[in-house]
């Protein structure tokens, strides 16, 4: 697999909740539309990651970070980063579907609208549609736009979030567990839509679910108490994994 | 409903289903070539045979290499775990085959410009019909028709019935003449591994039968 200019480069990566040190010296580079998953057991420091990468993990108090996290070359924890702009271009799609409480143009429309994407109500609807068809979403909602969001079902409310993410052209995706409430079809449906929307985006996922990080990802991460223990292509980690620790996590001896 | 759900795994599996297909292209070549160079006596043929069946043995290792990613990342269940494990057999086959090949263009080169005996048509008879049921069972394979794949292994019995006839002419000719024994082994080898050629058809035919159906059944 050939490697161009990583989107996020990360080096050294130390994080204290308090006296706690959840992550341990972790470096690695996130390549442009990939899909990169990162497993490990409860606890191992994957999804505190994925929360860097959006400085997510600013709103836990006590929290301290030591290391460099660079968006194609931009420092994310210098002194003069606006977090509301990174937070647009480093979107994030959670475990449990959480469409606000409004219809579900509303609910697309809601970023353009804080961003000030545009004033225009064409454009407007333009922007929803399309954010809509890019999470395949449209079909299913076309004709109830000005329904509330929370009667969909929950599959349809988590694409409903991938679509309120998209309408604000993020760089990368972060998903925490994006699944894990869903039945098996609605699950699939998601990771359809992810080997999609890596044709445009650069995606991290963090998934207990080692088959679905197998099944989606292109890149695996392995974390182990704070630690990246192996990072390496997914069809590698599935078959010939280069770490014994790997191994016996994949493998079910371990975790 | 679920039909296309998975376009990934869809995607890596056809383009398994594509090489396998571009393996016993390769395989198919390998024997007709063999047989060319054995008919003709074109030693520079029976060389290019031999130094192929590295490209053969190569899209072996490469499909297995994909086949094994494609269990331990994508879960395939039911038919599909079926059809993978009965690729990862049926290539093995088809690399023997290349093998048998290859081994009839490894004995024309010993024969050198030794010239021909008259039992030579009935192996050339046993070429054209193992060919024919290597591409039939590939394409029974694709159509998943076990009843096909069935009908083909039963062709084995007209290769049998032909090798034992060049079997026993041999046997005769070397019993008469002693300086036509070298001559007459070498041909007993190109018809064994004709023989065996046919013979790994046979196992092809019983992985289409279990992709197919599920139950494993011998043929022979």
Known sequence: MDTPQPVFKIRDLNLYYGAVRALNQVTLDISPNYITALIGPSGCGKSTFLRCLNRMNDTIPGTHIEGQILLNGMDIYAADVDLANLRQRVGMV???????????????????RVVGLTKEKKELEEIVERSLRQAALWDEVKDYLREDALSLSLGEQQRLCIARLLAVKPEVILMDEPASALDP??????????????????????????????????????????????????????????????????????? | ????????????????????????????????????ALLERDCKLARAVISGDNEINKFRFQIEEDCLALIATQQPAATDLREIIAILYMIVEMERIGDYAAGIAKTVILMKEEPLLKTFKKIFKMAEISRKMLTDSIQAYLKRDPEWAQEIAAR???????????????????????????????????????????????????????????TMKEFE
């Open chain 2, 156 to 214: 084995d019995n007209k290769i049998d019935a032909l090798y034992k006839v060049v079997f026993q002419r041999l046997i005769k000719i070397m019993a008469k003449e002693q300086d036509m024994i070298t001559r007459c082994t070498y041909l007993m080898w190109c018809a064994h591994n004709l023989e065996r050629i046919a013979d790994r058809v046979i196992n092809i035919s019983e992985q289409i039968t279990f992709m197919t159906t599920g």
């Open chain 2, 1 to 36: 409903m679920l039909h296309g759900i998975r376009s990934t795994f869809d995607h890596e599996f056809n383009a398994v289903r594509t090489k396998l297909v571009e393996m016993s292209q390769l395989v198919d070549t390998a024997i007709d070539q063999s047989m060319r």
């Open chain 1, 94 to 112: 959670f475990q449990k579907p959480n469409p606000f409480p409004q219809s579900v143009f509303d609910n697309v429309a809601f970023g353009p």
């Open chain 1, 185 to 255: 079809i609605a699950t699939l449906r998601i990771e359809e839509l992810m080997v999609e929307l890596k044709k445009n985006y650069t995606i991290v996922v963090v998934t207990h679910n080692m088959q679905q990080a197998a099944r989606v990802s292109d890149f695996t991460g392995f974390f182990w108490l704070g630690e990246l223990v192996e990072f390496s292509p997914t069809t590698t980690m599935f078959t010939r994994p280069e770490k014994q620790l790997s191994e016996d996590y994949i493998t079910g001896k371990l975790g």
